[in-house]
């Protein structure tokens, strides 16, 4: 049996109308998994789930916005009775408010943590619960970032949100090893989506980004979205607690 397989397994993605998300939620969907794919409702999640039906693969949409960070457990518990209950995890949806320090104010600050990591917190929770429960195993894989580990100017609560998710990702590793549930994450260098087209569009940072990159390019969804396979397929039974950083080399150069 190909280890890196998904086939039989239901992944839930969130932030999968596009991006990463969508990248990871179309990678998976290839693998064999089913999908459940997670954004606020509209348009844009009812389309990339056609899209993704036509893999051939069982796609339901979920709305979901995390700013409703009390209604997540009642949500979860609500889609896996109607879905499947799923046994993989992505917390791919992300948000970001960018000022000096100085200036930040504390609603976009709380925007972004409570999006970037105090929802990332319920959903494992929930998800855990479940398998828990069912006597299951499970694979959680959270999008971590750069600035897990650095910081540029004007990042303050996008920063302290992506090291809460690599921190985060070990500590639920560690409470639930023995459970069964492994919980992985993946740091992004520049990757090219909606999220950064108003960086990849000013010509100065984005020879800035190619040249400090050592491989030479931003990244792109599938670049994520193959080792997110990866860490949800039994190839990585003996990993747990990790931050992967898929960064074209950035961390490795100065």
């Known amino acids: 049996m190909n280890p890196f397989s998904l086939q039989g ?7 999968g109308s596009r991006g990463i998300g969508l990248g990871i939620a179309r990678a998976m969907a290839e693998a064999g998994a089913d999908i459940v794919l997670v954004s606020r409702p509209g348009k844009e999640l009812e389309a990339a789930a056609a899209e993704l ?5 069982t796609v339901d949409a979920a709305g979901l916005d995390l700013h409703d960070i009390g209604g997540i457990a009642h949500w979860f518990e609500e ?23 100085e200036d930040l104010s504390l609603a976009d600050w709380e925007e972004v943590m409570t999006v970037n990591l105090t929802a990332v917190f319920a959903l494992c929770q929930a998800f855990a619960r ?9 694979k959680i894989v959270n999008i971590a970032s750069l600035m897990t580990s650095t910081a540029r100017p004007t990042t303050a609560a ?7 998710v690599g921190q985060l990702t070990k500590a639920l590793a560690v409470d639930w090893a023995g459970k069964g549930i492994h919980v992985n994450a993946i740091a992004p260098g520049y990757v090219a989506t909606k999220l950064t087209e108003t960086l990849k569009s000013d010509p100065d940072f984005d020879a800035w980004v190619k040249q400090r990159t050592p491989l030479g390019r931003w990244g792109t969804p599938e670049d994520i979205a193959l080792p997110a396979v ?13 931050v992967v950083y898929v960064d074209g080399g950035w961390l490795a150069t100065f």
Do not use: W
């Open 130 to 138: 479940q398998c828990i429960a069912a006597g299951a195993a499970g």
């Open 79 to 101: 889609t896996a009775a109607r879905c499947g209950r799923p046994g993989i995890l992505v917390n791919a949806a992300g948000t970001t408010r960018r000022a000096p320090a």
């Open 9 to 15: 397994k239901r992944a839930l993605v969130t932030g």
């Open 230 to 242: 990866f860490l949800a397929s039994r190839a990585s039974d003996f990993m747990t607690g990790q």
């Open 158 to 164: 996008y920063t302290a949100s992506k090291g809460g």
């Open 53 to 57: 039906r036509g893999s051939g693969r």
